[in-house]
Structures are given as structure tokens and as C-alpha cells.
């Protein structure tokens, strides 16, 4: 294949040494960095982090040698210098155009070399290449690797690699966001979903219908303004991380009573558990066209602000609830289809694919364009089939992330308090979630995605996403609560299923340092 270089260079000066039969190539504080690139503004902006990465290294890896054993290099024997990093892209096609795949080779005359097809390759080899150093003990001394020489042929194992985050149920404010993104970068995810409403709080604003957020949520200094989403969305496109959007409908819609309270069906109806999965009860209306217009707007206003940085649009569509409406499930069936179809078709108008939760082709079966991209959250229909597999099974792409492996909000016990009027309440000793118990890193390492599912069906599988959710979880207890699961998570997503053992206990205990 013909090469064309990038015109990229980066020149680094190491100190180095033969350890255990490994070369180490140290860095210093102090670096060359001429360069030329052609518009390339993202990688140029990865070698930059990846250069202050390395400068700023603070990880020395002793935890993971014997005690009082002497790993790192001394500074008494001849030393290799890293004197060049040497970046090329081949020459791009149609069917490149989201390529992650690289090389990285670093030679034993110190010459890193890293070719990749599409951009995203480079960024995620550089990320590869920080993370081969370490930093040595002594002060002002520098980092080092005890992996050299090294040849790297790396490609993911799911096109879509995502973390789940709910910033509705309690706010998460725009700059943890960019922090988590930072590390969902580190990890190769190449997705964030932002859960942005929910029945709790509607917290992003929408200069459309601006009572939605200033009434909607918790406080006016807990919404997102448009140019919080507009930084965030950027941030995560030059670390390759493509950050999207759910506007869940037409449940979990309570929020938008306290803007437009004659949208709402079944507003705080008692008991809520027959009526919603969670407090507050409410639903968007159906067949009601001042409905059908707020979806309008509101899908017109959002819409072309979030496609510059991602093709995806999340509409929901998970644990509609028929009794809110006083009808059976196959009552509510016609009305549910005709909803999904006009949210769709604005969708579509602003040339992006949906993706809806499972329950419209599980607990429905409504019909939905081929292009829709179906999230499932449960594990296993009464068959025993998972509904990853009865998803597919149907002809439809799909993302996986059941709450039995991959929800990281179960096992910290129920929020809800129990109702003293309703003798029935379901909110009881010993309190309790339903999904428990904690989900620990290496039940989530465990899952196999496609363990039932046939090769002739596997190219339906997109990927999947870990989940957040955020009725315990704020920016408090954020990065306790993600990591180091979700790293476990991004290895099954990059590597495929694997095999819970040391290597891995070692891995990702190297991640939580």
C-alpha cells in the first residue's frame, strides 16, 4: 500500500539501560519538538498531551515487584536515546474512515515508528505509547520503559466502545465530565453517552424552550449552558472520544412538568411504583400534537448544535409505562409506534441514526428503519435467550451492557424512602436495589458478549456501553464509582472476552495508580 507521511516529527532524548534482559529508554525534562503538519490539529494536540503525559509521569510501578527489589534502571551503564517519534498515516479510504488500527514499533537504536489509517489509529498509539513509561524513583531523573524493543499490531475488537453517564439524576458538572473523558481516552473508548434528562431534573439548556432547564432543573447553576455542551462535545473530539446525547422519551419525562405541565400524563400519580419505574411519575403525552411540536423544537434547536461532533442521537424509549396512560401494552403499541416514528423522521431530517433502548422491539415490537441502533439493558429473555441475541436475532444492530454485568450503580442499596401511607410499599428492609450485588471489576471483565451469538449475526453487534447511572453517584464519589471497572470494561470492548487472572488484577490495579 502506497504511504504518504504526515510531515509530523517529534524528537525525544533518552537515557537508557539493559535491565533483565529488556532495553529501557529514558526521557528527561527536557525534549526537541520540531514539527510540520498539514491541518492535522487533533493528533498534533495528542502529541502535545502525550509529550506533558510524560513529562508530568508521577507512577512508580514498586507495588507491583518484590519487596525491596531494585526494578528500576541505574544510571551507570551506556544508555539508548529515543532521538526520533516518526508518525504515518497510509493513504485513507471510504472504508477507513473510522479505522483505530496501528503499529508501534520502538527500535533498539530508539527510533519509534507508528502508522496508522485513520487519525483515530495515531491518537490511540500515542496513547499506547505513554503508557509504556514509567517514572523513575529518583528526582528530576525522568521516565523510562522496560518494554523495549517492541512491536505493536493493535486493532479493537468493537467498533463502538462507550461509557453510559447519567449528569440528570445528579448533576455532573461539564468539567468532571472532561476529566472522565480524559481517562475514557486513556482506556480507548471512543463513545460517551450522555444521559442529559431525566424524570428527577432537566439540566441542558435549550434556548428553544428555555423554561425547560431554568425551571427543570435542580438550580440554575446546575445547568448546562449551550457552550458547556458545545466545549464538552469538542473536548471529546480531539482525544477521540465522540461525546452524544439521550433525550429520553416518552418516559422519564416528569422534568418537563415544571415547564409545560399540559404535556405530562399522569404527573406524581400514587402509588408511583404501578405507574413508573422510579419517582417522580410522568410521561409525555401521546396523539397530542402540542407534543408532537415540542418534540419538534426541541429536536430542531439540539440537533444541529450536537452533529458537528457526533452522528448518533439517543431518543430512549426504556420502561414506558402503559398504566400511566389507563391502557394495556397492546393498546398502547399504535400510540407508541406513531410517537417514535415523528421523533425519528426529525432525526433522520438532521441526517443522524437513532438509537432507542430495547423495550420498543422486545416489549413492543414496533417497526423501526434499518438504521436504528437498538441499546439493550436486560439480561436474558424468559427463554433464557439474551436479548442481545433476540435483538439481533430480529435483524437489528445493537449495542450490549446488561445491568447483570456492566450497570455500576447496582449493589449500593435502594434510594427510594418508603411511603408510610402505602402499607404495600415495596421500599423495605434491608433497603435493598435491584440489581445488586455491586458489580466489581472482575464481574464485568468476566462478561462475554457474544456468547450466544451466531457468527452469521455478529456483524450486527456494533459494541457496547457500561453504565452509570447517577441517582447515588455525583461528582463527589464520580472516579470511585467508574474506576477501575470501566477499564475492565474498555479491555472486553478493545480486546474481546478475556480470562479474569494476574495479568489483568495487575493491569488494572496499574490503571487505578
Not at 407534543?291 to 426541541?298: K, P
Not at 401494552?329 to 426529525?346: G, M, N, T, W, Y
Amino acid at each position: 500500500m502506497r504511504k504518504s507521511p504526515i510531515g509530523l516529527y517529534v524528537e525525544f532524548f533518552a537515557y537508557p539501560k539493559t535491565w533483565h534482559n529488556l532495553q529501557h529508554y529514558l526521557l528527561p525534562w527536557w525534549y526537541s519538538y520540531p514539527s510540520a503538519v498539514h491541518d492535522l490539529s487533533a493528533l498534533n494536540a495528542a502529541v502535545e498531551r502525550m509529550r506533558e503525559d510524560l513529562l508530568s509521569h508521577s507512577f512508580v510501578p514498586w507495588k507491583f515487584h518484590p519487596k525491596n527489589h531494585d526494578f528500576e534502571p541505574t544510571f551507570t551503564e551506556d544508555r539508548t536515546y529515543i532521538h526520533l517519534i516518526s508518525l504515518e498515516q497510509s493513504r485513507p479510504s471510504l472504508s477507513t474512515s473510522s479505522d483505530e488500527s496501528y503499529t508501534l514499533t520502538i527500535s533498539e537504536s530508539g527510533h519509534v515508528s507508528i502508522t496508522f489509517l485513520h487519525l483515530l489509529g495515531g491518537i490511540r498509539a500515542l496513547s499506547t505509547l505513554m503508557q509504556l513509561f514509567y517514572k523513575h524513583s529518583e528526582a528530576n531523573v525522568g521516565v523510562y520503559t522496560p518494554y523495549a524493543p517492541l512491536d505493536v499490531q493493535d486493532t479493537p475488537a468493537f467498533a463502538h466502545r462507550g461509557l453510559n453517564l447519567d449528569i440528570s439524576r445528579n448533576i455532573i458538572a461539564p468539567d468532571e465530565v472532561m476529566r472522565t473523558i480524559e481517562a475514557l481516552a486513556f482506556n480507548k473508548f471512543n463513545r460517551l453517552h450522555l444521559h442529559a434528562s431525566d424524570a428527577q431534573s432537566w439540566p441542558l439548556e435549550i434556548p428553544a424552550l428555555p423554561d425547560l432547564a431554568s425551571k427543570g432543573a435542580y438550580r440554575k447553576d446546575q445547568i448546562w449552558s449551550v457552550a458547556d455542551l458545545h466545549e464538552v462535545q469538542k473536548f471529546g473530539s480531539h482525544r477521540g472520544v465522540e461525546v452524544y446525547l439521550e433525550i429520553d422519551m416518552p418516559g422519564h419525562t416528569a422534568s418537563v412538568h415544571a415547564a409545560y405541565p399540559d404535556l405530562i400524563k399522569s404527573y406524581n400519580r400514587q402509588p408511583w411504583p404501578k405507574f413508573s419505574a422510579q419517582p417522580c411519575a410522568g410521561q409525555l403525552k401521546l396523539d397530542y400534537q402540542p407534543v408532537a411540536d415540542f418534540i419538534t423544537t426541541l429536536l430542531r434547536d439540539l440537533l444541529p448544535r450536537t452533529a458537528p461532533f457526533s452522528s448518533l442521537f439517543h431518543l430512549g424509549g426504556d420502561e414506558v409505562n402503559a398504566d400511566a396512560y389507563d391502557m394495556s401494552p397492546s393498546e398502547l403499541k399504535p400510540h407508541l409506534q406513531s410517537f417514535i416514528d415523528h421523533a425519528i423522521s426529525v432525526v433522520h431530517s438532521h441526517s443522524l441514526i437513532p438509537i432507542v433502548w430495547e423495550e420498543h422491539i422486545l416489549d413492543f415490537n414496533l417497526k423501526l428503519p434499518s438504521d436504528t441502533i437498538v441499546q439493550i439493558w436486560r439480561a436474558s429473555m424468559n427463554n433464557n435467550r439474551s436479548t442481545l441475541a433476540e435483538v439481533v436475532g430480529r435483524g437489528h444492530k445493537a449495542l450490549f451492557g446488561p445491568y447483570t454485568h456492566w450497570y455500576l450503580d447496582c449493589g449500593h442499596g435502594g434510594w427510594c424512602d418508603p411511603d408510610p401511607k402505602n402499607p404495600d410499599t415495596p421500599v423495605r428492609s434491608p433497603y435493598l436495589d435491584y440489581c445488586g450485588p455491586l458489580k466489581n471489576w472482575r464481574e464485568v471483565y468476566s462478561y462475554d458478549p457474544l456468547a450466544d451469538i451466531p457468527k452469521s449475526q455478529r456483524h450486527l453487534v456494533l459494541g457496547g456501553e457500561v453504565h452509570m447511572w447517577a441517582e447515588q453517584t455525583d461528582g463527589v464519589n464520580l472516579d470511585n464509582n467508574l474506576w477501575p471497572r470501566v477499564a475492565a470494561a474498555g479491555e472486553v470492548l478493545w480486546r474481546g472476552k478475556g480470562v479474569v487472572s494476574e495479568d489483568v488484577t495487575r493491569r488494572l490495579a496499574e490503571m487505578r495508580e
